[in-house]
C-alpha cells in the first residue's frame, strides 16, 4: 500500500503526467455522459433495436479508422494527437445538442455520433501509447495505470451520474451539452503535456496499410499479447451487451424509468472506484496476467447472476461487483501490453486493440436484441455472463507463465535502471534495452576484453566483480550494477582498458547498434552519457575502463 500511495504522489508531483491524467479524466467523463444521452435518444426513436442499431453504426467505423488513425501516434507526438481528438469530439457533441434541441433529424445525430465515437476511439490508444514514455520504471507505469484506472472508474460513475440528473431535471440536449464541456477540458489539459521523444527516429517511417500491419503482425508473433488480446476482446463483447441490457432491465424489466439507466449504469462505476482502489494494491506485484484474468471473469458472472435474480437492490449491487471487475483489467491489460509491445509500434497496437474493442462493443450490442427475442432478457443475460469466466479457465496457465516471464523482465530493468546513463530513459527505452540484453558468464581470471580490442558492445555487472587495467596499471575495480564497455561505443574507438574477472561473473551485454540507438537518442541520456564519459577518461586516463 506504500508503494500504491506513492504513485499516487508520483502521478501528481510529475506535472505531464498528471496532465496526461487529468485529460484521461475529461475525456471518459465525455464518453460515459454522451453513451447515456445518446442510448436514451435512441431508445425513444426506435426502442432496444434501435439502441443496438446506433451503437453498432457508432463502433463499426470506430473499427476500421482506429488502426489506421494510430499509424500516425507512432509518427507524430501523442499528445499533439490527443488535443485533436478532444477538440473533434467537443464540437461533435455540441453539433449533436443543437439537432436534439431543435428536434433534427435522427440520422444526423447518428452520424454526428459516429464522428464523436471516431475521436474517442482515438484516444484511448494514443492515451495508452503515451503514458509509458512518462513514466521511468515497470513500478511507476503500474502506479499511473492504477490511478487512469481511478480516474476511469470516477468518470464511469460521474458520467451516467450526471446523465441522471440531467435527464431528470432537463433532457438529452443538456447531456450532449455536458459531454462537450468534459471533452474540451480534456483538449486543454492535454495542450500542456510535454514528454521527452527521440532525438533521432529508430526507424523508417512505413505507409498507414504496411504500419496497420507491422502492428498487427506484433500481436500475432506475441503468444502473450495474443492471449491477452482474446480475452480483452471478450470482455468488450460483454461491455457492449450491457450497454444495451442496462437500458432494457432498468425500463423493460426494473421499470425505473430512465434516470435509471444512469442509476444502472452509474454502478457500475461505483463499483470501479472500489475497485481501483483494491487495485491500488497491486502497484509493483507480480501477478498482474491473473489479476487480469480475474478481472475478466469478474465482468461477466455478476451478469450471469442478475439473470438468475430479481430486484433493483440486487442488480445495483451485482453491476458494482461488474465495476470491480473493470479496474482490475484496466490495470493489467495497459501496463502488460505497454511492456510487451515495442514503443516504435506501441500506438498501434493500442489502435489495434481499440478496434477490436470498437467492434466488439458494437457485435455485443448487436447480440442482445437477438437472445432477447430467442428466449427473454434474463436468457440474456445468463448467456452474456458465461462467456468470460470460461474463456479465463482455459487461459489460465498462460496467464501465470506470463507473470514469470515479466518477473524476469522487471529484474533487467531494475539491473539497467541502476545505471547512472540510463536513470533519465523513460520505461518503453529501458524495456527497448533490456529486450537486447544478452546474458554472458565468465570465468574468475579470464579476460573478458582486451585494450586495443574493436568494441561491439558494452557489460552490465549482475554478479561478481572485475578489475580494470589501463596501460599495464590497475586503474579500478567494478563490481555488481557497474557498466563498462560503453566508452568504446559511443567514441567508435578501440578497448581503452583491459577488464579481467576477478571472480566468476554474470554479465548482461548490449549489443553496440541497441545501445547506441537508445542512449544518444534521447537528449537527457545523451548528455549523461558524454558527462559519464568525459569524467571517467578524465579521472581514469590514460586508462580507461573500455
Known amino acids: 500500500m506504500r508503494a ?19 485529460g484521461f479524466a475529461g475525456a471518459w467523463t465525455a464518453e460515459w455522459t454522451f453513451t447515456v444521452g445518446l442510448g436514451v435518444y435512441a431508445f425513444r426513436e426506435g426502442g432496444s433495436t434501435a439502441v443496438g442499431l446506433v451503437a453498432l453504426l457508432r463502433t463499426l467505423p470506430s473499427a476500421v479508422v482506429a488502426p489506421f488513425a494510430t499509424v500516425y501516434a507512432d509518427r507524430w ?62 513500478t511507476e ?24 440528473v440531467l435527464l431528470a431535471v432537463s433532457g438529452v440536449t443538456a447531456v450532449f451539452l455536458a459531454a462537450a464541456v468534459a471533452s474540451l477540458w480534456s483538449a486543454a489539459m492535454t ?51 450491457l450497454s444495451v441490457l442496462t437500458v ?106 481499440e478496434s477490436v474493442g470498437a467492434l466488439g462493443m458494437g457485435v455485443g450490442a448487436l447480440l442482445v436484441p437477438g437472445l432477447i427475442a430467442l428466449g427473454g432478457v434474463h436468457l440474456a443475460l445468463v448467456v452474456v455472463g458465461f462467456l468470460d469466466p470460461l474463456l479465463v479457465v482455459l487461459c489460465w496457465r498462460g496467464l ?36 537486447g540484453l544478452e546474458p554472458v558468464h565468465v570465468s574468475a581470471g579470464v579476460t573478458v576484453f582486451a585494450q586495443g580490442d574493436p568494441g561491439d558492445r558494452c557489460y552490465v555487472i549482475e554478479q561478481g566483480s572485475v578489475e580494470v587495467v589501463g596501460d599495464g596499471r590497475t586503474v579500478t575495480t567494478l563490481g555488481p550494477g557497474d557498466l563498462f564497455g560503453e566508452i568504446a561505443l559511443l567514441r567508435q574507438v578501440p578497448r581503452t582498458a583491459t577488464v579481467v574477472a576477478r571472480t566468476d561473473l554474470v554479465l548482461a551485454s548490449l549489443r ?8 544518444t537518442g534521447f537528449r537527457s541520456s545523451a ?10 577518461l578524465d579521472r581514469f586516463a590514460p586508462g580507461a575502463t573500455g
Open 4 to 22: 500504491a500511495g506513492g504513485a499516487f504522489v508520483t502521478t501528481w508531483r510529475n506535472p505531464d503526467l498528471r496532465r496526461a491524467q487529468l
Open 77 to 138: 507526438r501523442r499528445e499533439r494527437l490527443l488535443v485533436l481528438a478532444s477538440a473533434v469530439r467537443g464540437i461533435a457533441c455540441v453539433l449533436t445538442a443543437l439537432l436534439a434541441a431543435s428536434g433534427g433529424p435522427a440520422p444526423a445525430v447518428y452520424a454526428l455520433a459516429v464522428a464523436s465515437t471516431v475521436a474517442a476511439v482515438l484516444y484511448r490508444p494514443v492515451h495508452s501509447a503515451l503514458l509509458p514514455s512518462l513514466c521511468r520504471t515497470p
Open 141 to 164: 507505469l503500474a502506479g499511473a495505470n492504477v490511478v487512469r484506472g481511478m480516474l476511469d472508474s470516477l468518470s464511469t460513475l460521474i458520467g451516467p451520474a450526471v446523465a441522471a
Open 191 to 241: 495542450l500542456r503535456v510535454h514528454p521527452e521523444v527521440m532525438a533521432v527516429a529508430c526507424g523508417r517511417r512505413t505507409g498507414v496499410w504496411s504500419g496497420f500491419v507491422a502492428g498487427v503482425r506484433v500481436i500475432g508473433r506475441s503468444r502473450p499479447l495474443l492471449m491477452m488480446f482474446t480475452l480483452t476482446t471478450a470482455q468488450i463483447l460483454t461491455r457492449g451487451a
Open 248 to 353: 432494457v432491465v432498468a425500463i423493460d424489466v426494473l421499470h425505473i424509468g430512465e434516470a435509471g439507466v444512469g442509476t444502472l449504469t452509474g454502478a457500475v462505476g461505483a463499483g470501479a472506484v472500489v475497485g481501483s482502489v483494491a487495485a491500488s494494491a497491486v502497484v509493483g506485484s507480480r501477478r498482474l496476467a491473473a489479476l487480469f484474468g480475474v478481472g475478466v471473469a469478474t465482468w461477466g458472472l455478476p451478469i450471469a447472476v442478475i439473470g438468475l435474480v430479481g430486484g433493483t437492490g440486487p442488480a445495483l449491487v451485482l453491476l458494482a461487483c461488474v465495476g470491480i471487475g473493470n479496474a482490475l483489467v484496466d490495470v493489467g491489460l495497459f501496463t502488460l501490453i505497454a511492456r510487451l509491445a515495442p514503443d516504435a509500434v506501441l500506438g498501434r497496437v493500442f489502435g489495434v486493440l
Open 400 to 435: 501465470l507463465l506470463l507473470d514469470a516471464s515479466m518477473t524476469v523482465r522487471d529484474e533487467e530493468v531494475a539491473l539497467l535502471r541502476s545505471v547512472p546513463m540510463l536513470r533519465p530513459l523513460p520505461l518503453p527505452a529501458i524495456e527497448l534495452l533490456a529486450n
Open 512 to 519: 553496440s547498434q541497441r545501445f547506441l540507438s537508445v542512449v
Open 527 to 536: 548528455a549523461e552519457a558524454q558527462v559519464g564519459v568525459d569524467g571517467r
